[in-house]
């Protein structure tokens, strides 16, 4: 069990049944209601509680007026990541020791937007799948299948047997993102906030591309570098579907 909070986080996790107890402030809305009604509807637990509480389990976040204990993600492993990509090419996200978990759960919702099949994380030097990534991601930890694996180098080495480009970005890298093709079966992988991609991770990389930065500031935070490129390669299959009329 693990503890969120937030209206998003709550109740995408009420839609997908994760909830096992609801708590909630003395005061809410119609969106709180709804909520109440939706536990409600599903037999949960629910408990009137004050704001000191809330803020105690939500460690000072902003919840809203609203937490629940919720069951853990199931947590998928590479292969199946592949596997359930199917029919489509997969497009993975791989990330190589992110600890900042607001910039976690950001990669998250973008990577449920854009199509993603799933992401790849380290256990250890990463961030923790809590309440502070579930209130980042708006809600979508509900959905994007995660696989955690003990060393990223030999996750992307899975990858490439399983027929998955494995694409880095890197700032002093020549090759530009948008000017490869993504429609591939294709895994984008992160390097953390202040170091980029480790050495081995670099080498297991199939090619290392970079995001061209025309203003004074030499690199975009990695949730945001997320962004850029999965939306590019969701980009190249809309027209890669369109072109083929499927």
């Not at 809410?28 to 004050?50: L, T």
């Not at 955690?148 to 996750?155: G, L, P, Y």
Request: aromatic share 4%.
């Amino acid at each position: 069990m693990t503890t969120i909070w937030g209206l998003n986080p709550v109740v995408e996790a009420l839609r997908g049944g994760r909830v096992r107890r609801l708590r909630v402030g003395p005061r809410g809305d119609r969106r709180v209601d709804d909520a109440i009604a939706a536990a409600k509807a599903q037999g949960i637990a629910i408990e009137r509680v004050d704001v000191q509480t809330l803020d105690r389990a939500a460690r000072g976040g902003a919840h809203q007026g609203i937490v629940a204990d919720v069951e853990t993600t199931r947590d998928y492993d590479v292969a199946e990541l592949v596997r359930l990509a199917a029919p489509a090419a997969a497009l993975l996200v791989v990330l190589d020791g992110i600890e900042d978990p607001h910039n976690v759960g950001a990669i998250l919702r973008t990577a449920d937007a854009a199509g993603a099949h799933g992401v790849v994380r380290q256990a250890r030097h990463a961030a923790a799948l809590d309440g502070v990534v579930a209130k980042a991601s708006a809600g979508a930890i509900a959905y994007v299948r995660i696989a955690t694996v003990v060393n990223i180098a030999r996750a992307l080495e899975e990858l490439a047997a399983a027929g998955v480009w494995t694409v880095g970005l890197a700032g002093e890298a020549l090759e530009r993102y948008d000017t490869i093709d993504l429609t591939v079966p294709t895994a984008l992988v992160f390097g953390s906030e202040g170091t980029g991609l480790r050495r081995l991770v670099r080498e297991r990389c199939d090619r290392l591309v970079s995001i061209p930065m025309s203003g004074a500031v030499g690199s975009l935070n990695v949730s945001v570098a997320a962004g850029v490129t999965l939306f590019e390669a969701a980009r190249q299959r809309w027209v890669a579907r369109g072109k083929s009329g499927s």
